[in-house]
């Protein structure tokens, strides 16, 4: 850990009030890569760094749930070539970093429309969420051919289902209900969302659950996002008020 690290976490610690669950939406790679002339894919793999960087700073740090968007609905667009590349690197790092991340606590997550994934995505996936399913420092959701509204939808249609059986009065809906069916049933809602590459946009992100997350925009390319960016968010939440739509104390 590096001197300004040490002191962002120290200040972090001192304050003491730490958001329970992160969520980061993981932007910037292509740029990163087209100013070192480089193809999209180099970006890509130099982001991998960081997601190291902001899980070790996250388990420091004490927040308990950290959310990744890694890949979206709308990305299945993009050319064949970078999206194998980016199906590559996940199968890669899931291979390099699964026994890592047991071994320090984490329980990985893995939601969004899997059955598009090729089997040795898949089997990636299944491998992760197997080797760590009893970490209990920090639970890492990883979302994958994510899209916000889909899982909408599909809570919308579970909800459906279970009235159709007689399971559930159509008055038994509730918001309770309603959260229970999206994929993150049993984590609680960001605190914090961060969005690097300075772009102001949601673009399809956990639309039920940042319903009252603090929004955290930074200039920084994802592949240069490290932990002192992380712990620079962290105290920038710090000195917000939250107020839920009451007043200040
Ligand atoms: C984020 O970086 C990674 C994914 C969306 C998969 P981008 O690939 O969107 O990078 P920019 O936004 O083009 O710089
Ligand atoms: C959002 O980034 C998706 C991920 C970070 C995985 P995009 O780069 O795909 O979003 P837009 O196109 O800028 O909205
Ligand atoms: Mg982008």
């Known amino acids: 850990m590096t001197d300004t690290e040490s002191d962002l976490l120290a200040r972090i610690h001192m304050h003491g009030v730490v958001p329970r669950h992160v969520a980061i939406i993981m932007d910037g790679n292509g740029r990163w890569a087209r100013e070192r002339h480089m193809p999209r894919p180099f970006g890509h793999r130099s982001g991998m760094k960081a ?8 388990l420091e740090a004490g927040v308990k749930w950290l959310s990744l968007f890694a890949f979206s ?4 667009q993009r050319p064949e070539t970078e999206v194998s590349a980016l199906m590559s690197l996940l199968e890669e790092f899931i291979a390099r970093e699964a026994s890592d991340l047991a071994a320090q606590g984490v329980c990985v997550h893995v939601h969004g429309d899997l059955d598009r994934l090729s089997p040795a995505a898949a089997a990636a996936v299944h491998r992760i ?3 760590t399913a009893h970490g209990a420092r920090l639970g890492l959701n990883l979302f994958i051919s994510y ?12 909800l459906a289902e279970d009235v159709q059986r007689g399971h559930l009065a159509p008055d038994a809906i509730d ?11 049993g984590c609680p809602d960001p605190d914090l969302l961060i969005r690097t590459s300075g ?3 949601l673009s399809n992100f956990l639309l039920w659950q940042i319903a009252y997350a603090e929004l955290y925009i930074s200039s920084v390319l994802w592949p240069d996002f490290d ?3 992380l712990y620079e968010a962290l105290c920038d939440f710090q000195r917000r008020d939250r ?7």
């Open 147 to 158: 899209g916000g509204r889909a899982e909408l939808v599909r809570a919308a249609r579970l």
């Open 129 to 131: 969420r197997h080797e």
């Open 73 to 76: 609905q709308e990305n299945w």
């Open 243 to 249: 107020r839920f739509g009451n007043v200040s104390t």
């Open 227 to 229: 932990r002192a960016a």
């Open 199 to 201: 772009e102001q946009r």
């Open 51 to 58: 997601v190291r960087a902001v899980v070790e700073g996250c």
């Open 175 to 185: 918001e309770q209900a309603f959260r229970s069916r999206l994929f993150t049933a």
